[in-house]
């Protein structure tokens, strides 16, 4: 079992910056990629960013430029840092981590952009 916790969300104005971690524990030899989602109200869920066992990442065009994803294995932690942020940009912003044979998510975090 993988578990995964989001912490950093928040209020912020925009032009503003916030750093969103998601810390995994249990079973986190077997993650082979991790992603960020988001889902805005009256939206479906989208993908953000996600990162590789390789470390390669890629984004979504919305964010691309914006926000940078990256991970320590030595604390089993991901992160978004998430820059120049738009109101648009409001959402709940999950973690998910990819295994082989199996997935997991976090429990999301709010992110609150005011113009």
């Known amino acids: 079992q993988v578990q995964l916790v989001e912490s950093g969300g928040g209020l912020v104005r925009a032009g503003g910056s916030l750093r969103l971690s998601c810390a995994a524990s249990?079973?986190?030899?077997?993650?082979?990629?991790m992603g960020w989602y988001r889902q805005a109200p009256g939206k479906q869920r989208e993908l953000v960013a996600i990162?590789?066992?390789?470390?390669?990442?890629n984004y979504a065009a919305s964010v691309k430029g914006r926000f940078t994803i990256s991970r320590d294995n030595a604390k089993n932690t991901m992160y978004l840092q998430m820059d120049s942020l738009k109101p648009e940009d409001t959402a709940v912003y999950y973690c998910?981590?990819?295994?082989?044979?199996?997935?997991?998510w976090g429990q999301g975090t709010q992110v609150t952009v005011s113009s």
């Open positions: 998910n981590a990819q295994g082989r044979l199996w997935s997991a």
């Open positions: 990162i590789t066992s390789d470390t390669s990442t």
């Open positions: 249990g079973s986190i030899f077997g993650i082979n990629a």
